[in-house]
T-cell receptor, first 111, second 112 residues
Framework: QKEVEQDPGPLSVPEGAIVSLNCTYSNSAFQYFMWYRQYSRKGPELLMYTYSSGNKEDGRFTAQVDKSSKYISLFIRDSQPSDSATYLCATLASGTYKYIFGTGTRLKVLA | DSGVTQTPKHLITATGQRVTLRCSPRSGDLSVYWYQQSLDQGLQFLIQYYNGEERAKGNILERFSAQQFPDLHSELNLSSLELGDSALYFC???????????FGPGTRLTVL
């Protein structure tokens, strides 16, 4: 079993929809959680960085961490065609330096 | 633009050869990470350096090695290349280990 699981998609939504992207993880030692956006053939771009449980909001993006169920989510409001990309979740255990990435969910926002 | 630079952008070589990938971190970042991304494996952590010293190792093959120099740039050396080494190789940097990472544009390696 992978330490971080992510549905590869693709996920297709109409423009303006609310998008929900999710990951599950198995290691309860993970304390830091990140979401990256990766356009085709480009480097991943950091979107959100959260520590422990709770919500964090930045513009149209909200990251949510539920440590009790080992579940992390990224919500995108008012989705735009420019949001079409692969979204990667990543985790890190406190005191370690080895980031674990999900395989990514491919999102397509249709105009 | 993340501020992390990688060269070359593309590299085409033959099996059995050796190549060197180069990374310059963002100004002020002391930590450098190397990742391999292939279609079937996703983003795999290879190795991390902090201020010139190796700090964490992931799924890095013995044929691969890396180092971080006093000016903080890093090089990833891949030797005895195999077809399966064809992938995107990313470098990322952060102020310190455990903080937000910022990724470079990657080097696309094709082994023929």
């Amino acid at each position: 079993q992978k330490e971080v699981e992510q549905d590869p998609g693709p996920l297709s939504v109409p423009e303006g929809a609310i998008v929900s992207l999710n990951c599950t993880y198995s290691n309860s030692a993970f304390q830091y959680f990140m979401w990256y956006r990766q356009y085709s053939r480009k480097g991943p771009e950091l979107l959100m960085y959260t520590y422990s449980s709770g919500n964090k909001e930045d513009g149209r993006f909200t990251a949510q961490v539920d440590k009790s169920s080992k579940y992390i989510s990224l919500f995108i409001r008012d989705s735009q065609p420019s949001d079409s990309a692969t979204y990667l979740c990543a985790t890190l255990a406190s005191g370690t330096y080895k980031y674990i990435f999900g395989t990514g969910t491919r999102l397509k926002v249709l105009a | 633009d993340s501020g992390v630079t990688q060269t070359p952008k593309h590299l085409i070589t033959a099996t059995g050869q050796r190549v060197t990938l180069r990374c310059s971190p963002r100004s002020g970042d002391l930590s450098v990470y190397w990742y391999q991304q292939s279609l079937d494996q996703g983003l795999q952590f290879l190795i991390q350096y902090y201020n010139g010293e190796e700090r964490a190792k992931g799924n890095i093959l013995e044929r691969f090695s890396a180092q971080q120099f006093p000016d903080l740039h890093s090089e990833l050396n891949l030797s005895s290349l195999e077809l399966g080494d064809s992938a995107l190789y990313f470098c990322a940097s952060s102020v310190d280990g455990g903080n937000e990472q910022f990724f470079g544009p990657g080097t696309r390696l094709t082994v023929l």
